[in-house]
């Protein structure tokens, strides 16, 4: 995982090691990487919970350990490729 750019760029694409498609994440095909959208309330603040079977924490090809998080301004379509027509990057973190 990479922040160092003000736009999230430095993070690289979509985490996507076993060269899938982008789609919604729990329904068939999709990048690794591809995770819910999140919606924030009207004080801006926006949780998030789900469960994977895809994602690995600590070993892996689907290790997200180390790789970055990035949120996108727009809800993602879950179609569009390679990454859901989202827009621009909005926030960057480095998963620990």
């Not at 729990?26 to 949780?47: E, F, I, N, Q, W």
């Amino acid at each position: 995982g990479d922040c160092s750019s003000g736009d999230g760029m430095s993070a690289g694409g979509h985490f996507n090691p076993t060269g899938a498609p982008h789609g919604s994440h729990g329904m068939g095909m999709h990048h690794t990487g591809d995770l819910p959208s999140l919606k924030a309330d009207a004080g801006g603040v926006a949780r998030f919970n789900f469960e994977s079977g895809s994602l690995a924490v600590g070993s892996g090809v689907t290790d997200i350990v180390g790789k970055g998080l990035i949120v996108h301004r727009d809800p993602d379509d879950y179609k569009t490729q390679p990454t859901g027509n989202a827009g621009p990057r909005l926030a960057c973190a480095v998963i620990r």
